[in-house]
């Protein structure tokens, strides 16, 4: 880009356009060295979605340990993950110390992030996890990548990843609800006496604020819902369509969406770029599968009716055409058009042709007459 073809972009216009967000753009200098010159490439763009999107995994995780804390840990994994989280506090620092090297550190948190990811979390208790988001906290906001956030507040996460707080109540009840009558489904114990149990432990509040109704009518509904099922004594299919339709629909709609987990409750997450991007590529592939199918079947059709049609003609009149002088006595040609006997070989295809009408033309009749 150069100023005099004026063909180049400032931070306040990209930012304005609404091309980047201020994280994003922050994430993209930061992954180069400030003494390096850089070129905003597609794959650039890729490398900065991507770790803006494993911290903002990692925080969702941590962040639902202040929900559902991990109770049963048994602390096996706490000194590896704290060796690890020693060892990348030490890169950070080493490479913040030699001339601002970013790269380095934000290389160190990544590595931290995955070998929390790959430790077993029944082993490790919550405390740890909370020191390590924690200490990522506090550097992604010395690097400003959490507008003016406070980095020694203690806090964990950064803006965007926790849902309303008014919606809260309504949203953590009916996903608490949900996830027992899932469990309850798949066990094959689901009742009316249960469907009563799950539904008591929340009485929705009579009065709530005004940005919270939607939140409140999703709960109720559900709820109502729930019972309706429980009275028409409904399959176990029927309660998991419902389960999957407010998390697909309802909640979805509401910006809010849950991630089921195998054995462990549903992570109540806020719908973002990823999410509506994985989403846009799943119904796109489902609605190419749909159209390959509406294809397959109209072409079926078109030849079940061309078969159809083609069953109507008698064997013994299909070859009575100008290209033919003589046949015997099934129709079959002898001659061709001039007078000339036609080939054994040629004579044996067109039996075959004809016994293949004849098949057609017998099932046919014997269709016809059923009829």
């Known amino acids: 880009m150069s100023k005099s073809l004026k063909n180049f972009t400032t931070i306040r216009e990209a930012l304005a356009r ?34 803006e999107s494993y911290v903002t995994n990692f925080f969702y995780k941590v962040r639902d340990l202040e929900v559902h804390p991990n109770i049963a840990s048994t602390g096996a994994e706490d000194e590896k993950i704290q060796k690890a989280f020693e060892a990348a506090k030490e890169k950070v620092h080493a490479g913040l110390a030699d001339s601002f090297d970013t790269p380095t550190a934000m290389r160190a948190i990544s590595a931290l992030i995955t070998e929390y990811n790959s430790t077993d979390k029944t082993g490790l208790s919550d405390t740890v996890s909370f020191d390590v988001a924690r200490y990522i906290t506090r550097i992604i906001r010395i690097f400003g990548l959490d507008g003016s956030a ?141 159209e390959a199918k509406a294809a397959r079947q109209r072409e079926e059709a078109e030849k079940a009716a061309k078969l159809a049609e083609q069953a109507k003609i008698d064997p013994k009149t299909m070859f009575r055409t100008e290209e033919w002088s003589a046949w015997d006595e099934d129709g079959v040609p002898t001659k061709d058009k001039d007078g000339a006997d036609i080939a054994k070989g040629r004579v044996k295809k067109l039996r075959k042709e004809w016994e293949k009408q004849k098949k057609l033309f017998d099932e046919y009749i014997k269709g016809a007459g059923a009829a």
Not at 38 to 46: L, S
Not at 234 to 239: G, L
């Open 150 to 290: 406070d980095p020694y507040d203690g806090g964990i996460g950064w803006s965007g990843i926790d849902i309303p707080a008014h919606a809260k109540e309504f949203v953590y009840a009916v996903s608490k609800s949900r996830d027992e009558v899932r469990q309850h489904a798949k066990s094959g114990d689901l009742s009316g006496a249960v469907i009563e149990d799950i539904l008591a432990q929340h009485k929705p509040a009579q009065s709530h604020e005004p940005e919270a109704v939607g939140y409140a009518v999703v709960l109720t509904t559900f709820q109502e819902k729930l019972r309706n099922l429980a009275d028409a004594q409904a399959p176990a299919k029927e309660f998991l369509a419902l389960c999957d339709q407010l998390r697909d629909t309802h909640l979805w709609d509401l910006g809010i969406y849950l991630e089921d987990r195998d054995s462990l409750p549903a992570m109540v997450r806020p719908v973002d770029a990823e999410l509506r991007d994985a989403r846009d590529q799943k119904e796109a592939i489902a609605k190419q599968k749909a």
């Open 18 to 51: 609404g091309d980047w967000n201020a994280r994003s753009l922050r994430i993209i200098f930061l992954l180069g060295g400030w003494h390096d010159g850089i070129e905003i490439t597609d794959d650039m763009r890729k490398a900065g979605a991507s770790w």
